[in-house]
């Protein structure tokens, strides 16, 4: 089992940056890919961010290449998404999610590739 917990959430103006955290016990994050998914109001859970097992290859949702990084510490068993420039529609609440497979290269981009998921934490960016 793998057990997420997200944090650094908050209340920012646009153009301000937040690094979110997603600390994992029960199973190394570099065993499994990692990703961030984000849920806006009235709208279904959308890809952000994943970064692959061992390899650490990442891939990035195109309205945030350039603004987002996602990374990991191995050490700390934690996983990270830095976010930059932030704008109102980055409004959303982000889930941290871990595949339970180990993919060396492959970063997922679907849901239903993740079997195990943090509970989310807000990110409001007023205008």
């Known amino acids: 089992q793998l057990q997420l917990v997200e944090s650094g959430g908050g209340l920012v103006q646009a153009g301000s940056s937040l690094r979110l955290s997603c600390a994992a016990s029960g199973r190394t994050v570099s065993s499994n890919a990692m990703g961030w998914f984000r849920q806006a109001p009235g709208k279904e859970r959308d890809f952000v961010a994943a970064i692959s097992g061992s390899y650490g290859n990442t891939f990035y949702k195109e309205s945030v290449k350039g603004r987002f990084i996602i990374s990991r510490d191995n050490a700390k068993n934690t996983v990270y998404l830095q976010m930059n420039s932030l704008k109102p529609e980055d409004t959303a609440v982000y889930y941290c999610?871990?595949?339970?497979?180990?993919?060396?290269?492959?970063?997922?981009?679907?849901?239903?590739?993740?079997?195990?998921w943090g509970q989310g934490t807000q990110v409001t960016v007023s205008s």
């Open positions: 999610a871990g595949s339970g497979t180990r993919y060396l290269y492959y970063t997922p981009t679907s849901e239903r590739e993740y079997g195990y």
